[in-house]
T-cell receptor, first 114, second 110 residues
Framework: NAGVTQTPKFRILKIGQSMTLQCTQD?????MYWYRQDPGMGLKLIYY???????DKGEVPNGYNVSRSTTEDFPLRLELAAPSQTSVYFC?????????????FGPGTRLLVL | DAKTTQPNSMESNEEEPVHLPCNHS???????IHWYRQLPSQGPEYVIH???SNVNNRMASLAIAEDRKSSTLILHRATLRDAAVYYC???????????FGAGTRLTVKP
């Protein structure tokens, strides 16, 4: 199993541009998550999904959109990129959302908005 | 949300045990205690979790205080590869969120 994969690894955007961060998992997990991590800080939840077609906001959803059309994929869309969105983005998945469950993380996408 | 408090940084010598503390005085009776670590330029990685009893796995041990207001992650023999930021996280039984604090940065000296 590849686990959780993310593309691209690194991207530079100009202010106002849009892009989609891709996330795929091959573990047949129901739950998927997007986090962002600013320098020297812990991760903050942007959006999560409990299954295909069902998504919900996390702690910091403004400026982002998500969709989940399949179990495997959970893309994160940035519209009108701003310098405040410069961060490292991590996708994660888990079989269920229970508190005893482990989350598996991807390697991250480093985004720089100039 | 119940919060956790960890030291910002700790140092250890290679091949010595490391005890990473975490205080969580407002923990509820059903919160799970999770530990994750993040190696440089990588995503977080699960280490161990527990509810009330001490837990052991191939990576580490988790010692939970009897009143559950604190816990300690134990690395039995630190290696250079264990240098990372270690996060102590409380998770409610049926809640999706996992709140990361700033964690403890562990430095392992050869």
């Amino acid at each position: 199993n590849a686990g959780v994969t993310q593309t691209p690894k690194f991207r530079i955007l100009k202010i106002g541009q849009s892009m989609t961060l891709q996330c795929t998992q091959d573990m047949n997990h129901n739950y998927m998550y997007w986090y962002r991590q600013d320098p020297g800080m812990g991760l903050k939840l942007i959006y999560y999904s409990v299954g295909a077609g069902i998504t919900d906001k996390g702690e910091v959803p403004n400026g982002y959109n998500v969709s989940r059309s399949t179990t495997e994929d959970f893309p994160l869309r940035l519209e009108l990129a701003a310098p405040s969105q410069t961060s490292v983005y991590f996708c994660a998945s888990s079989l269920t959302g229970r508190g005893s469950e482990t989350q598996y993380f991807g390697p991250g996408t480093r985004l720089l908005v100039l | 949300d119940a919060k956790t408090t960890q030291p910002n940084s700790m140092e250890s010598n290679e091949e010595e045990p490391v005890h990473l503390p975490c205080n969580h005085s407002t923990i509820s009776g059903t919160d799970y205690i999770h530990w994750y670590r993040q190696l440089p330029s990588q995503g977080p990685e699960y280490v161990i979790h527990g509810l009330t009893s001490n837990v052991n796995n191939r990576m580490a041990s988790l010692a939970i205080a009897e009143d559950r207001k604190s816990s300690t992650l134990i690395l039995h023999r630190a290696t250079l590869r264990d240098a990372a930021v270690y996060y102590c996280i409380l998770r409610e039984p049926s809640y999706n969120d996992m709140r990361f604090g700033a964690g403890t940065r562990l430095t392992v000296k050869p």
